[in-house]
């Protein structure tokens, strides 16, 4: 009979103690200030949704209500990271859609496209070539990590087969687009760091072996093996992989750049929508944030206009995702204007550019990841 009441009081006592760490925690996240964005996960947080009758009914509200929470919910970094160590115990290979691969280098998985989307992007860059046969276009998509440094993958751990995707995209654009293959060169470096190990982006070694041998196919004479020298600008660059799986977060990196090693680099670049013109194709700014690979270009944007110094007399387009920030720098020295959109930002259509500008030549500069899953693209070339 006293064990039984021991134990009911010893529930009790649970209960109560249960009840009050969820007040104290309903106390807290009310009291502590909502943030607007995750350095550790460098990303912006869900902010409180608006209250309505529409959003009530559709269900709206409540999704957007949880995730609210989730994201401002009080000492969240630290349960993330308690999480994160608790699943690395248990054996896991795979955080938020990043797998965690060996010597710690982290891999986003390979994306499967929308066979129809896919189809409507290259039906739109087809349309839009024809449209301009005077003028050389080219493509290069830049394989994913997982997709070169296989062998770095976990145990047991497979992706779907993004070359074979390339050969789609490839047959799909037909002879009227010059494909640029850069998965040959990467994979023949693939022992060196092309890649970030806590970031998806390639490094500018990586980018630059793939302009040196692509150079011929790109409209460049000569060799430009010595065109250009190296610096390390920063040597404490945590990626977007280790915010996103939250492992690796204590790995630094560096990050290079190239300039020409003779004659002027000078250049303007003009940001077009934000009315704000620079001198340089780098941002130092950005090595004071987290986003340290915004040091390219200044990170993402809709329409830049780069005009330098050379005596060439081309001007080239270059439609392109943040893969192409690195590579743009190799471009500069050979053309005199190089016109660089986002389809993601980007709300106007190729044929706006084209009369703008006077384009000469047209590079599409994607990753495949991206390359294979942007909606924006048909809508950017083919002008809905």
């Given at each position: 009979m006293e064990r039984r009441k021991r134990r009911r009081r010893t529930e009790s006592l649970v209960g109560i103690l249960f009840i009050l760490c969820l007040f104290l925690g309903l106390v807290v996240n009310i009291l502590v200030p909502d943030k607007e964005k995750s350095e550790e996960e460098n990303r912006m947080l869900e902010t409180k949704p608006g209250l309505s009758m529409s959003t009530v009914m559709s269900g709206d509200f409540m999704e957007q209500w949880e995730e609210y929470m989730s994201d401002q919910f009080a000492g969240r970094n630290l349960w993330r990271s308690f999480k994160v160590g608790l699943d690395r115990l248990g054996g896991s290979r795979m955080e938020n859609g990043v797998y965690i691969g060996k010597d710690g280098q982290l891999l986003e998985d390979i994306q499967v496209p929308d066979q129809d989307q896919l189809s409507e992007n290259l039906d739109a860059i087809k349309s839009f070539v024809e449209k301009?046969?005077?003028?050389?276009?080219?493509?290069?998509?830049?394989?994913?990590?997982a997709c070169v440094l296989g062998d770095s993958l976990p145990a047991f751990a497979s992706v779907e087969d993004q070359r074979q995707m390339f050969s789609l995209v490839q047959r799909g654009l037909g002879d009227s687009v010059t494909w640029i293959d850069a998965f040959s060169t990467l994979n023949k470096y693939k022992n060196e760091k092309i890649y970030y190990k806590t970031d998806h982006h390639w490094t500018t070694q990586g980018a630059f072996y793939v302009f040196r041998e692509s150079a011929q196919a790109l409209g460049i004479d000569g060799d430009v093996s010595d065109d250009f020298v190296s610096y390390t600008v920063t040597d404490s660059f945590n990626g977007a992989l280790a915010s996103k799986s939250g492992v690796g977060l204590g790995?630094?990196?560096?990050?290079?750049?190239?300039?020409?090693?003779?004659?002027?680099?000078?250049?303007?670049?003009?940001?077009?929508?934000?009315?704000?013109?620079?001198?340089?194709?780098?941002d130092s700014s950005k090595l004071e944030t987290r986003d340290k690979y915004g040091v390219f270009l200044g990170g993402n944007t809709s329409v830049l206009d780069i005009k330098t110094v050379s005596t060439s007399q081309k001007r080239l387009l270059v439609v392109k995702d943040s893969f192409a920030d690195c590579f743009i720098p190799f471009l500069a020295p050979y053309y005199r204007e190089i016109i660089v959109v986002d389809p993601r930002y980007y709300s106007g259509t190729m044929d706006d550019i084209m009369e703008t500008y006077r384009i000469t030549e047209t590079l599409i500069l994607y990753s495949g990841n991206t390359f294979l899953s942007d909606n924006n693209i048909s809508g950017v070339f083919a002008g809905e």
């Open positions: 301009y046969p005077d003028i050389p276009a080219r493509m290069m998509l830049v394989p994913d990590a790995e630094k990196e560096q990050i290079d750049i190239y300039v020409p090693a003779e004659g002027d680099d000078d250049v303007i670049v003009n940001y077009v929508d934000e009315a704000r013109k620079t001198t340089s194709l780098y």
